[in-house]
């Protein structure tokens, strides 16, 4: 038998436009969710449940960071794993609107207390992500052999528990049912640890070793650390809902201490990297897994009384740390290579599809995205990590100033990114002129 | 890991570390060794697309039927990879750092993402569908 034989074809990919679309997309969105931070200002960052913070919060996780993930799910996988991702040129796009669409709409109904909207919002991201998970879930289970496969899986099976959740609060703010605020931690842990976490630890054992040409993740660490963090969040979620303190804390070690672990080897491996060329990526990567090591220390230091994360402000920043210091670090570092890449792919395929292009030297990736842009926007984006987290310890004016940073990083990520774009499209009709 | 698979993934980190050298020397502006680096890794790689072009894929394609499947992406990509090279030897010719570095980068993602399909689904189904045979075929491979 040929496993996975009959249906390999590696060149069944969605159309270009279909993720470059939503890798557009998603850092506009993104930069919305800051736009409103600097105009609400210190308000919204009195207490966790302030509906605007909320709102901004999930244009970034949602708008962001879940619009990318999905991208990069049905586009990485296949090719990772050698499995396709069923259904992959319709699921992607539908699955990239109902989010696009229902993190704006959620949005905005929490900035404007409009129950219809907030509630339209939670169905159109529940149908995206229902459509995504089902084919993802699919396609990883039969990936489940390749540690990739298998930590995307449990990222996937992560969110299902995070869109539940997710959607059961958008309910309650429209008014159609309780609002659980009780679960709102679970909710977090899963989005964090489990859907974001697990899927970073995926895509950075194949991605890490190849691209910088480090030494291997451990099999150990590969074949584990996701299982263990799975398993932590399972054994936490029980202890916090059935209220035994000591099953939450064993829950809470193991999975927080999985997520650092494997920051901690992926730090490790990039300090021992072949290809010693420093780019924004690396940096990018460096600052992601930096970020997840102060944010496990800020979870131990609760842990034995150092810092209570009832309180706000320490509540938030252990937020910022996770979402912008790791989270929006790395996706921004990895949309860097993917997007020039997947240009000028695109181009090459054109160039060789037409005789008389044929002799055409189109842009390298350096050309299309010129890496000046990346590291000044580099230091925009340190610079809107830094301010959010003191916007979140001292409030006031602080969260106008961290959200107008916020807006400045991602829209000028969307720049340099549409950049890439306009470079290409040139490209692309000098190609299409000489034929 | 053995067999084909085996010996194919430790060429492509290989070819990775030849590459990461190369593109160090070019890096720090060692034109002298930059070029030395530059056609060791350069030599490696086309010899393992021959061992592919010329041995796997044709009996890949006889012992699977599949002709129009993965081998018709990887030898069009090898096209791509043979374009890099040629241009990176240009660049490293003009002494121009940045194109160099930016076909190089090029060149990285384009293996990379090669490397993964091969790695994940050709080598293993070759593994698979040879059998017995596998060492035979990898025999004749090697001696490219």
């Known amino acids: ?435 | 890991m053995d067999g084909i698979a085996g010996f194919m993934t430790a060429e492509h980190r290989r070819c990775d570390e030849l590459f990461a050298d190369a593109e160090a020397a070019v890096a720090e502006g060692d034109w002298a060794a930059a070029a030395e680096r530059f056609e060791a890794f350069a030599a490696l790689t086309v010899r393992h697309l021959l061992r592919e072009e010329r041995v796997l894929f044709p009996a890949f394609e006889e012992r699977t039927g599949m002709v129009d499947g993965p081998t018709a992406v990887m030898r069009q990509e090898h096209d791509q990879m043979r374009m890099l090279l040629d241009a990176m030897r240009e660049a490293l010719h003009d002494r121009d750092v940045d194109r160099f570095l930016g076909d190089a980068d090029t060149f990285m993602i384009l293996t990379q993402q090669h490397d993964m399909k091969e790695e994940q689904v050709l080598y293993p189904m070759s593994d698979t569908a040879f059998g017995s045979d596998a060492a035979g075929l990898l025999d004749r491979m090697q001696d490219v």
């Open chain 1, 1 to 435: 038998m040929i496993p996975g034989g009959g249906d390999l074809r590696f060149d069944r990919m969605p159309p270009r436009w279909v993720p470059l679309r939503a890798f557009l997309a998603a850092p506009v969105l993104g930069g919305f969710g800051g736009l409103m931070l600097g105009i609400v200002g210190g308000s919204a960052a009195e207490s966790r449940y302030v509906g605007e913070l909320i709102g901004a919060l999930h244009l970034v996780t949602l708008g962001f960071l879940t619009l990318v993930m999905v991208g990069a799910v049905v586009q990485v996988l296949p090719v990772v794993t050698g499995v396709p991702v069923p259904g992959a040129s319709w699921v992607g796009p539908a699955s990239q609107l109902g989010v696009a669409g229902g993190s704006l709409a959620m949005a905005g109904g929490l900035a404007g207390r409009w129950g219809p909207v907030i509630g339209a919002g939670g169905i159109l991201v529940g149908a995206g992500l229902t459509v995504f998970a089902a084919a993802g879930i699919v396609a990883a289970w039969q990936a489940r052999r390749n540690p990739t496969g298998r930590a995307m899986g449990l990222a996937v099976v992560s969110l299902v528990v995070v869109a539940t959740l997710g959607v059961a609060f958008l309910a309650g703010h429209a008014g159609w049912t309780t609002l659980r605020r009780d679960l709102t931690d679970v909710h977090l842990a899963w989005a964090l640890i489990g859907w974001l976490g697990l899927l970073v630890m995926g895509v950075s054992f194949q991605v890490v070793p190849m691209f910088q040409v480090t030494p291997q993740y451990p099999q150990r660490v590969q074949h584990w650390i996701p299982a263990a963090g799975f398993l932590g969040l399972v054994v936490w979620t029980f202890g916090r809902v059935g209220r035994w303190s000591p099953v939450a804390a064993v829950g809470a070690v193991v999975a927080v201490g999985a997520v650092a672990i494997h920051a901690g080897v992926t730090l490790w491996l990039q300090a021992h990297r072949r290809r010693k060329l420093r780019d924004v990526t690396t940096d990018d990567w460096r600052l992601g897994m930096a970020s997840v090591i102060v944010a496990a220390l800020l979870v131990g230091a609760a842990g034995v009384g150092l810092v209570d994360l009832g309180r706000t402000g320490p509540a938030l920043a252990l937020g910022v740390l996770v979402v912008f210091g790791a989270g929006v670090s790395v996706v921004e570092g990895m949309l860097y290579k993917i997007v020039p890449f997947l240009s000028w792919l695109h181009l090459q395929n054109l160039v060789s599809r037409r005789e008389a292009g044929a002799a055409m030297r189109i842009r390298n990736m350096r050309q299309l995205l010129p890496a000046s842009g990346p590291r000044r926007q580099f230091v925009a984006h340190l610079v809107a990590v830094v301010t959010s987290l003191v916007a979140a310890v001292a409030g006031g004016v602080w969260v106008r100033i961290a959200g107008f940073a916020l807006a400045v990083d991602l829209w000028w990520l969307a720049w340099e990114l549409a950049g890439v774009v306009r470079r290409s499209n040139q490209d692309r009709r000098e190609v299409l002129g000489a034929s």
